[in-house]
């Protein structure tokens, strides 16, 4: 990914976390980050729909490719996290 477009990534991704963070204000049950993650499973399977001629056959192709980018995602935040928590 290009410096312009890993950029928009992040900003854009700022800008869900940010109404996420303001939901949560006033839903301290979970329900915020379920539908932040159910609305990202939608939207991967809508985007994929969107790139390939046949859903049920590319399925698991994708589903895989998914899986493993949120995983790496997931780790890194996880990663970062604990960094800022423990030089607090």
Do not use: H, P, W
Not at 3 to 28: G, H, P, T, V, W
């Amino acid at each position: 990914m290009d410096q312009n477009n890993e950029k928009m990534m992040y900003d854009c991704a700022d800008k869900f976390i940010n109404l996420a963070n303001e939901m949560a204000k006033s839903d301290r049950s979970g329900n915020v980050g379920m539908a932040i993650r159910f609305a990202a499973a939608r939207f991967s399977v809508f985007e994929v729909s969107t790139q390939t001629k046949n859903l049920a056959e590319d399925k698991d192709k994708y589903f895989q490719l998914i899986l493993d980018n949120f995983r790496k995602t997931l780790q890194f935040n996880f990663e970062d996290y604990i960094k800022i928590l423990s030089s607090k």
